[in-house]
């Protein structure tokens, strides 16, 4: 995908249009060889977050990795998380929130039962401040993500970069299939979450994910496929909910 109108000249339409014909593991040591003051990545651990470990592992090993610990994970992502970090000696930079989830409970009640306001509200505490305290304590400047178009409707319209706010967010396996992660999961015999095994195909907290059953969408086993974004990806005039 070609990058958007207007923003041929900036930073993010530049890298966009070079990404067309790299590989992904190009495309993160080119980023990290311009980049490399004020880069960071993420993951969840989640269904297929092993993938974008395994190429930052073998292509900038050196970018601090932030892990966003909503206290509401599945105990097999935390086991999932603790397995990789142990055999790959990830760099993994832990954050939670600043209410824990009793206290989150108590003052606000199960605000993922309580319609798209309160599961904003809950994404906010959880996951979007949270991480914009990592980005603030860790002096980041861009953020690499492994969003993939096929995920969901929402992400198929992304570009390789994008400024986010302060931000620049970059998505080496955008272009990836379902097929081709698959694929590159097996050619490289990368550990899988437990939870995959069950019918898990996008694993996030315990009490909103579910197993993907006949006739469902992957984005229909998140929040009942009525959210699938928890704002950390949302573009920037979508981002100013308030706790």
């Not at 980049?35 to 073998?58: C, N, R, V």
């Not at 003052?107 to 603030?136: C, F, H, N, S």
């Amino acid at each position: 995908m070609n990058a958007p109108l207007g923003q041929e000249t900036s930073l993010a339409g530049r890298i966009s249009a070079n990404w067309t014909t790299l590989s992904a593991a190009e495309r993160i040591r080119s980023i990290a060889a311009t980049q490399s003051d004020g880069l960071i990545a993420t993951t969840s651990f989640g269904a297929q977050s092993a993938i974008m470990l395994h190429l930052l592992k073998e292509n900038a090993p050196e970018i601090p990795i932030i892990f966003i610990d909503t206290g509401y994970l599945f105990p097999e992502t935390y086991q999932f998380a603790e397995q990789l970090i142990k055999t790959w000696n990830l760099d993994i930079r832990t954050y939670h929130p600043t209410y824990s989830s009793a206290r989150l409970e108590a003052l606000y009640g199960k605000l993922w039962e309580q319609g798209d306001k309160g599961a904003e509200k809950y994404g906010v505490i959880t996951k979007v401040e949270p991480m914009d305290r990592a980005l603030k304590d860790l002096g980041a400047t861009s953020w690499l993500s492994g969003l993939r178009r096929s995920q969901s409707s929402f992400r198929a319209g992304r570009h390789y970069a994008e400024q986010q706010k302060a931000t620049l967010k970059l998505y080496p396996i955008l272009d990836w299939s379902d097929g081709e992660a698959a694929d590159y999961i097996k050619e490289h015999d990368l550990p899988k979450h437990p939870l995959v095994r069950q019918g898990y195909v996008s694993i996030g907290d315990w009490h909103s994910t579910k197993p993907m059953t006949e006739g469902m969408t992957a984005e229909d086993t998140r929040f009942d496929g009525a959210k699938r974004e928890c704002g950390l990806h949302l573009p920037s005039e979508q981002q100013d909910f308030q706790i």
